[in-house]
């Protein structure tokens, strides 16, 4: 069992920045694959960027190619998501999810753990 609980989430204007946390319990964070995913209100669940066990290979949606970066530090047991250039349109409860397999993964079907979520507001 993988407990993953996110931070870093606020309030930002239009064009600023925010880094998001996600710290894992447990000794195996190493070789999950991980990811972010967001909902905003009366939209479904996307995912938003990827990352394999290594960080080797990533993968973004491309609403936020060049604007987020994901990475991980597996001997802090955290993965993160630095967010630039804020728009309004990025307004959404952020979650990170873990996956057994190590690989990156597309769907939110792929994945076996979940945060309980972080809000981020973006204001114009």
């Known amino acids: 069992q993988v407990q993953l609980v996110e931070s870093g989430g606020g309030l930002v204007q239009s064009g600023g920045s925010l880094r998001l946390s996600c710290a894992a319990s447990g000794q195996t964070f190493s070789s999950y694959g991980m990811g972010w995913f967001r909902r905003a209100p009366g939209k479904e669940r996307e995912l938003v960027a990827s990352?394999?066990?290594?960080?080797?290979?990533?993968w973004y949606a491309n609403s936020v190619k060049g604007r987020f970066t994901i990475s991980r530090d597996n001997t802090k047991n955290t993965m993160y998501l630095q967010m630039n250039s804020l728009k309004p349109g990025d307004t959404a409860v952020y979650y990170c999810?873990?996956?057994?397999?190590?690989?990156?993964?597309?769907?939110?079907?792929?994945?076996?753990?979940w945060g309980q979520g972080t809000q981020v507001t973006v204001s114009s």
């Open positions: 999810a873990a996956a057994r397999q190590g690989r990156l993964y597309y769907s939110g079907n792929d994945y076996d753990y």
């Open positions: 990352i394999n066990w290594s960080g080797g290979y990533t």
